[in-house]
C-alpha cells in the first residue's frame, strides 16, 4: 500500500530563514507526487507537482521541491521564507491508482 | 471559471443522525474525490467518482457512501453518526487525464 511520511510535524522559523520540508513516500513504481497547502482559513491549493521530466519542480510563491528517486523523496524548499508563507503543508502522491494519498501535513509557523 | 464548490459549509448533527454533503466540481471536470480532515488524521481518502462509477475507495465502514450524477455533480452520505466523525469534508475535481486535483472549502460537520 502506498503510504507518505511527513517527519516535520512542526517548524518554527523567523522571517529570510530557508525551509526545507522532508517528504518520504513508499511505493515502487511510477508516482506522480504534489506538495498543498492550506493557509489559515482557506482551502488546500496546490504549490507544484512533478509527473516527470526534470526532478527539480518550481512552484508558486518562490517554493520548490526536488525528486530523488533512489531516497524517495520529495521535499519541499523555499530559500528564504517571510510571514506570509505560515500555513500547513501537505505532501501527497499517487501511485497506480487515482487515489491521493496524504502525509500528515507540516506545521510551518513563520514569525517576523 | 469557478472553483469546487461545497455546500452546506457546516453542519451540526447528533448521533445516530444522517447526513448527505454535497460537491459541484470545476466545470469540465470528471473526477470527484472525497476526503476527510482531522486534527489527528490528517487527510484521508474516502473515495473518487469518474463519470458515475465509483472507482476508489478508501478503508472507511459501509456508513460511508456517496454518488455521483450525469452532471459530475457528487454527493456524499454518513449514515449512523459517530461523535468521530466529526471533521472537515473535502471535496476535490480533477481533469479526466490528470491527477491534479483542485479541492473546495470543505463542509465542517460536528456530531453532538
Known amino acids: 500500500a502506498q503510504s507518505v511520511s511527513q517527519h516535520n510535524h512542526h517548524v518554527i522559523l523567523s522571517e529570510a530563514a530557508s525551509l526545507e520540508l522532508g517528504c518520504n513516500y513508499s511505493y515502487g513504481g511510477t508516482v506522480n507526487l504534489f506538495w498543498y497547502v492550506q493557509y489559515p482559513g482557506q482551502h488546500l491549493q496546490l504549490l507544484l507537482k512533478?509527473?516527470?521530466?526534470?526532478?527539480l519542480v518550481k512552484g508558486i510563491k518562490g517554493f520548490e521541491a526536488e525528486f530523488i528517486k533512489s531516497k524517495f523523496s520529495f521535499n519541499l524548499r523555499k530559500p528564504s521564507v517571510q510571514w506570509s508563507d505560515t500555513a500547513e503543508y501537505f505532501c501527497a502522491v499517487n501511485g497506480n491508482t487515482d487515489k491521493l494519498i496524504f502525509g500528515t501535513g507540516t506545521r510551518l509557523q513563520v514569525f517576523p | 471559471k469557478a472553483g469546487v464548490t461545497q455546500t452546506p459549509r457546516y453542519l451540526i448533527k447528533t448521533r445516530g443522525q444522517q447526513v448527505t454533503l454535497s460537491c459541484s466540481p470545476i466545470s469540465g471536470h470528471r473526477s470527484v474525490s472525497w476526503y476527510q480532515q482531522t486534527p489527528g488524521q490528517g487527510l484521508q481518502f474516502l473515495f473518487e467518482?469518474?463519470?458515475?462509477?465509483?472507482?476508489n475507495k478508501g478503508n472507511f465502514p459501509g456508513r460511508f457512501s456517496g454518488r455521483q450524477f450525469s452532471n459530475s455533480r457528487s454527493e456524499m452520505n454518513v449514515s449512523t453518526l459517530e461523535l468521530g466523525d466529526s471533521a472537515l469534508y473535502l471535496c476535490?475535481?480533477?481533469?479526466?487525464?490528470?491527477?491534479?486535483?483542485?479541492f473546495g472549502p470543505g463542509t465542517r460537520l460536528t456530531v453532538t
Open positions: 512533478y509527473f516527470s521530466g526534470d526532478p
Open positions: 467518482y469518474f463519470s458515475e462509477t465509483q472507482r
Open positions: 476535490a475535481s480533477s481533469p479526466q487525464a490528470t491527477y491534479e486535483q483542485y
